[in-house]
């Protein structure tokens, strides 16, 4: 599957974002999926993921209450609505699909990524 994640952009504190992230190729339904960012100097990072039929959804408590994770499996896309952006919300936001068993949590249990789109929160 690939996968295309566009939305990023320069945003006040505060403020709002919705990622998306298109996915082609293969049979979208059967991946779970799932966004991790990574900042300038510091490790890839889990933020959010929604399983196949969209039942179950996990956020990273720093993301909790203030993302939203969606999917819509005629489109293709998911997405993830992120509102009251703080400054360290600022990283590379990368989609990923897994069809395998594991975690959504981890990043080993995604074996296809998309390009990473940036997301800068200003003051």
């Known amino acids: 599957v690939q996968l295309q994640a566009s939305g990023g952009g320069l945003v006040q504190a505060g403020g709002s974002l919705r990622l998306s992230c298109a996915a082609s190729?293969?049979?979208?339904?059967?991946?779970?999926m799932g966004w991790f960012r990574q900042a300038p100097g510091k490790e890839r990072e889990f933020v959010s993921a929604?399983?196949?039929?969209?039942?179950?959804?996990y956020y990273t408590d720093a993301v909790r209450g203030r993302f939203t994770i969606s999917r819509d499996n005629v489109k293709n896309t998911v997405y993830l609505q992120m509102n009251s952006l703080k400054l360290e919300d600022t990283a590379v936001y990368y989609c990923?699909?897994?069809?395998?068993?594991?975690?959504?949590?981890?990043?080993?249990?995604?074996?296809?990524w998309g390009q990473g789109t940036q997301v800068t929160v200003s003051s």
């Open positions: 990923a699909a897994g069809d395998t068993w594991g975690i959504l949590t981890a990043i080993k249990t995604y074996g296809y």
């Open positions: 190729g293969r049979t979208f339904s059967n991946y779970n």
């Open positions: 929604i399983s196949r039929n969209a039942t179950t959804t």
